[in-house]
C-alpha cells in the first residue's frame, strides 16, 4: 500500500507571484488504494507522520519545509520562504512509521516577479511605480 500526495493551491499546475514573506505549502495526503484520510481517530493518525518538502532549482536543493498537520482532514501545510523569480521543482515525501506507508510526488512550478503599474501621484501630479 502506498499514500498518494495532491498539492493543494499554489502548486495546482499555475505559476505564483512571490509574496514578499514566502507562501504557505498546502498538501494533502490520502491512503492511496482507498482514499482514505488522514485525521484524529482514523485508521491513519497525522501524529506520526513525517513528511517533508524539499524545493529545488537546476538540481540544487534550496529549502527543506517540514510539513504539518493542519487540523483538516488530510491537509499538511509548512511555511516556504521567499524564492527568486524562476522555475522550481517541488519534491514531497510522505511516510507513516506506525504503518509503514509512504509515498512521493513532485511538481514543476513557476514564481514570477511582482508586476508593476505606473499610478498618478495625487500630490505632486508625477507617476509612481506600484508593486502588487
Given amino acids: 500500500m502506498s499514500l498518494s500526495i495532491q498539492a493543494a493551491h499554489p502548486l495546482n499546475g499555475q505559476g505564483i507571484v512571490m509574496p514578499a514573506g514566502g507562501f504557505t505549502l498546502r498538501i494533502y495526503v490520502t491512503m492511496g488504494d482507498c482514499g482514505c484520510p488522514i485525521g484524529p481517530g482514523g485508521r491513519l493518525r497525522p501524529e506520526g507522520f513525517h513528511i517533508l518538502a524539499e524545493i529545488f532549482n537546476a538540481d540544487k536543493l534550496l529549502q527543506s519545509v517540514d510539513m ?4 483538516t482532514a488530510s491537509e499538511f501545510t509548512g511555511h ?17 512509521p506506525e504503518t509503514g506507508e509512504s509515498g512521493d510526488a513532485s511538481w514543476m512550478f513557476m514564481v514570477s516577479p511582482p508586476t508593476s503599474v505606473p499610478a498618478k501621484d495625487t500630490k505632486g501630479g508625477t507617476d509612481a511605480i506600484l508593486d502588487h
Fill in 80 to 96: 516556504v520562504n521567499p524564492l527568486p523569480t524562476g522555475r522550481f521543482l517541488i519534491r514531497v515525501k510522505a511516510h507513516d
Fill in 68 to 71: 504539518t498537520f493542519s487540523g
